[in-house]
């Protein structure tokens, strides 16, 4: 029998995506979430799935982490507030959530004894530091409350490991784009909120001037690497973290050249809307740029997606799933 997976913040972008991957594995998979900044209709091909669990609930709860990790083998922990500006809007939830709320899941899986626990780090942790490419043991300090929350979560890992034997493994990922990510809100990611803006032929505003880089990491290569931090046989490989990414930087004004190119095909309108540029946004680090040797050596990682390809499909998935 197929074993049981828990994923933490299921109906969200990245969750939805793992949680129908497993699903089309043959893997048991329950999702909670408390659609906070998740959605229904993300799990929607999925409620009919006799393998497929949905359990309403608030990581802030620690009656709903134990409901939804009983009988669970391992927990992707997807569940989080993200985005550096909501955390300097409203530093307290973003701490109750992904600091607080991160310890809930480690104190349920610690007691029902899952196998492992997997769960979403951020680039962010590298902080202040200026060396490119990013090396998972050199990082700086944090720029924002939202970065502080997720190197806490490592340190709370690194402590359950150690203290209780709670196998752990922490994916820092690289701003990760792709189908089903939400262009809506006031923290909407850049390459969603973007698209949307140019299938409407409205200029989206660069924060600076274009020139900030990024290891935009399609979501295929982030399912990639929760699959193999979650079956990886190798000891060496787990109670540690991983830069998640593909390993080569874009700059914003390049995302937004290849983003009008590939909206062109379907309209070819919107090739001439202009880009406006703005101030820098606080808290925001200038270049961001992943090693992925570690993970390639233990993990075996192998991304499938650069970037332009990624785009490529996440522009058609909006074309046709946004219109």
């Known amino acids: 029998m197929k074993n049981k997976i828990l994923i933490t913040g299921g109906a969200g972008f990245i969750g939805s995506n793992l949680c129908e991957h ?7 998979v329950t999702c909670l979430d408390n659609f906070a900044t998740g959605h ?3 799990l929607a091909a999925l409620m009919d799935n006799e393998r497929f669990q949905l359990i309403e609930g608030d990581i802030r709860n620690l009656e709903d982490c134990k409901k939804a990790v009983d009988g669970v083998d391992y927990v992707l922990h997807e569940a989080a507030l993200g985005s550096v500006p909501r955390s300097i809007n409203d530093p307290i939830t973003s701490n109750e959530v992904n600091v607080s709320g991160f310890l809930n899941m480690l104190v349920a899986s610690r007691d029902a004894g899952v196998k492992r626990f997997i769960y979403a780090a951020s680039s962010s942790t590298y902080g202040d530091s200026e060396a490119l490419p990013k090396v998972e043991d050199k990082i700086g300090k944090p720029l924002s409350p939202y970065a502080i929350t997720k190197y806490v979560n490592e340190l709370y890992a690194e402590i359950f490991s150690r203290t209780y034997g709670l196998e752990t493994i922490g994916l ?13 809100g006031a923290y909407a990611a850049v390459i969603p909120k973007f698209v949307m803006q140019l299938m409407k032929k409205e200029s989206p505003i660069i924060n600076g001037d274009g020139n900030y880089s990024r290891d935009f990491t399609y979501i295929d290569n982030v399912i990639q690497m929760n699959e193999l931090a979650m079956t990886t046989e190798n000891i060496e490989a787990v109670n540690t973290v991983y830069n998640t990414a593909y390993g080569d930087r874009t700059t914003l004004n390049d995302m937004v050249f290849y983003l009008k190119k590939y909206l062109s095909d379907f309209d070819s309108e919107i090739g001439d809307v202009a880009i406006i540029y703005g101030p820098n946004r606080v808290g925001d680090i200038p270049h961001s740029l992943a090693s992925i040797e570690k993970a390639k050596t233990l993990l075996q990682y192998n991304p499938k997606y650069s970037f332009k390809d990624g785009l490529k499909e996440a522009v058609e998935w909006y074309w046709n799933n946004l219109k």
Do not use: A, L
């Open 22 to 28: 497993f699903i089309s594995k043959g893997y048991y």
């Open 40 to 42: 229904r209709h993300n």
């Open 172 to 184: 820092r990922y690289f701003n990760v784009f792709g189908r089903k990510q939400d262009p809506n």
